[in-house]
């Protein structure tokens, strides 16, 4: 059972704007000056597209899940959201129809945060690499690295969860990663369930999943003697199998306790839905202040694997994937609000951005 009440703070839903924000007392009501798609400052810079309705406080909240010490400047205008000491975010700017449409951004962006992070680059695509977000492409030279990696791998996860657009400094590349791509859930807790019992409350959900402890045992080697009675065996041997099973005895109690298990759930031409659970010391980001999250958390991932795995890296897999994937993602989120409800703690999606549990 759950030894706390779930501490889910209020967050972006996967699929629209956040239902309140971080840092929210400080955060510019909306936006003053507009965008021109003149401004040399975009040869320079990238720039965040989002639809109507997505707030800067909406912004700020994903912000701080990967840059914890982020803050609105005061008295700017345009306003400034300061990720780092190098980094900042400039907007919301009005975006007009014309506009968008010369910067060849959606034609539903309504407002723009211009990027200003210093260009790090390093090695060029490796040929053939997997690149569901699109950075290969922008980047066909170069790839970035260091911080200007963090700030592109977040505006593309913004633009997931809010259906906006990512403009690339210089090429003018837009990129619209695909809202729907990321299907796996991470439930963080500080309650630890025994594996039947956590397969009870994925049983709730999918009937058929099953342990995956590793393999059954399946009787002793052919190698140790039957016998019939205590008085089948001769002294000497009775000895040498007391011996063994004190030896086996001793290495159980010095072996460590379970850390992890995992539970599978075969959906057939659907793919695998698994739940991995196990102790994590790598706490996400936006649980950094979280009294009880400090020093860890109990992680459990719920994962879906395709029978086409190669679609899941894909930037624009096919139509058919694109309606399997559909189909398996409220499977996904129907198991990780399950265990939610058994342990409490907190939801995040695979960008790391916290999911309200009513919007699984």
Known sequence: MARHAASSRPGPSPRG?????ARSGSAPVGPTTALDA??????????LAVPGGVTPADVAVLVASRFQASRWEQDAEPAVLRLSRFTTMTGPLAVAGSTAERLGLPAATAHAYLVQVPPERGEPPWPGSA?????????????????EARVLELLVGICRRVHGALRVAGTGLVLRPDPEALVDLLVCTDV??????????????LGQAELALGEAWDGPPPDVPAADGPGALDEATRRALHAAADEADAAALAAPVLTGFGI????????????????????????HGLAWARDGVVAYRVRWTPVDVEALHLEHPDIAFRALRREVAPVVAAVAGALQRAVGGEVADAAGFLVHPEDL
Do not use: I
């Not at 057939?268 to 010391?281: I, S, T």
């Open 17 to 21: 704007p956040g239902r309140s924000s």
């Open 38 to 47: 003149r401004d040399p400052a975009l040869d320079v810079e990238h720039l």
């Open 131 to 147: 690149d569901p977000d699109g950075l290969s492409r922008a980047f066909p030279d170069a790839l970035p690295v260091r911080e």
């Open 192 to 205: 630890w369930l025994e594996p039947e019992a956590a397969l009870a409350v994925v049983r709730q959900v």
């Open 264 to 287: 599978v759930a075969d959906l057939g031409a659907h793919g695998l839905v698994a739940v991995e659970a196990g102790w994590g010391e790598e706490v996400p980001a936006s649980l």
